[in-house]
């Protein structure tokens, strides 16, 4: 069994900053790509960043040049800067050992940007 653990959401200021962690436990797993997925209240899920074994990185357009995903080995961390009230969302971690596995799934942190 596979658990994957996110930390450091919370409440903050349009232009703070916050960064989310997540860490898998269980099963030693060699992942293909992990990354965020974020949800806001009335909106279907979308993929915010990934990044591969290899150090690709993806970025969805809306926050290229704000966020920045890094990895180190079953860990994946989000460094969210200049943040907006548009970015307020569920995030959750996903990680796959390859484009057509099963995904796992965090349960998911809230991250809300208001004044």
């Known amino acids: 069994q596979v658990q994957l653990v996110e930390s450091g959401g919370g409440l903050v200021e349009p232009g703070g900053s916050l960064r989310l962690s997540c860490a898998a436990s269980g099963r030693d797993l060699i992942f293909y790509i992990m990354g965020w997925y974020r949800q806001a209240p009335g909106k279907r899920r979308e993929l915010v960043a990934t990044?591969?074994?290899?150090?690709i990185t993806n970025y969805v357009d809306s926050v290229k040049g704000r966020f920045t995903i890094s990895r180190n080995r079953n860990t994946v961390a989000l460094q969210m800067n200049s943040l907006k009230p548009e970015d307020t969302a569920v995030y959750y971690c996903?990680?796959?050992?390859?484009?057509?596995?099963?995904?796992?799934w965090g349960q998911g942190t809230q991250v809300t940007v208001s004044s």
């Open positions: 996903n990680a796959a050992t390859s484009r057509t596995a099963t995904n796992y």
């Open positions: 990044v591969t074994g290899g150090g």
